[in-house]
């Protein structure tokens, strides 16, 4: 017998939001879980933006969403590192959504002789900040990232994200990084968490098998996958996981709550 959904978490881009846009159906699932007193938060890999930055910009597409209710690869690297060494040091390369999240878990920004080297998401990666980033981990700075995406989505087409210029550093230092965020079920769990919810009573709502569904199985939770985003239908085939179930878009989950 299949439990009562009673927390969600769901990805972002490419099922609540297509390019700034809002996608069918997602304010009004949005609104649901509100109205429901749903226990939900809204995940991304993007390490850019700062959760009050995001709900600006969905509140700009018309779906209303507090800033305590979004959890980014950024918040969730924050967390592992505070759990792993409290009150450290880093050097980052990344955006105000990363360093925010850091220095508000108490940490040391530095270049000198920092515990972690952290990588993020930035649209001007510096070659320089990059080198450093190298001489760093060769001097013993432990190499973490917030997630592995290759690329990130622009107006002009993909740019190079967070784990290609990852692969960039791991080549130079023969040394990979621990991703955080999505597939990584940590941030899944650390998004359980959050909202103190219970991964046999959740539900992972997302776009793309290859993140979204398979953290969330990974994290012992039910899966959603919504075909508004990168996957389609007949690409669900190809994996050798599959999600509970395949749906249209968000609109679908609407009644669920």
Request: glycine share 8%; net charge negative; proline share 5%.
């Amino acid at each position: 017998m299949t439990k009562e959904i009673r927390s969600w978490l769901s990805d972002m881009d490419g099922v609540l939001v297509h390019e700034g846009v809002a996608l069918p159906g997602a304010a009004d699932f949005v609104r649901a879980l509100r109205d429901a007193e749903r226990p939900f938060l809204v995940l991304t890999n993007n390490s850019i933006f700062t959760p009050r930055d995001l709900a600006a910009r969905l509140r700009a597409s018309g779906i209303d969403i507090p800033e305590d209710a979004i959890w980014t690869s950024a918040l969730a690297t924050a967390q592992f590192l505070t759990d792993q060494m409290p009150s450290g040091s880093a050097y980052v390369i990344g955006e105000a959504g990363l360093t925010t999240a850091l220095y508000e878990a108490g940490y040391t920004l530095t270049g000198a002789e920092p515990d972690f080297v952290v990588l993020g998401e930035t649209r001007t990666y510096s070659f320089e900040a990059i080198t450093q980033a190298i001489r760093l981990i060769q001097g013993g700075a432990r190499f973490i990232a917030t997630n592995p995406d290759v690329t990130g989505p622009s107006q002009d087409g993909d740019l190079p994200a967070t784990g290609a210029v990852a692969a960039m550093i791991s080549a130079a230092t023969g040394r990979q990084p621990y991703f955080v965020g999505k597939p990584n079920p940590m941030m899944i769990r650390s998004a359980l968490n959050r909202i103190e919810a219970h991964s046999e009573s959740t539900a992972m709502v997302g776009d793309r098998m290859d993140t979204d569904v398979v953290a969330g199985i990974e994290a012992g939770l039910r899966t959603f996958l919504v075909l508004t985003g990168s996957t389609r239908a007949a690409d669900v085939e190809t994996y050798p996981f599959r999600p509970s179930e395949v749906v249209d878009s968000i609109a679908d989950l609407v009644a669920r709550v």
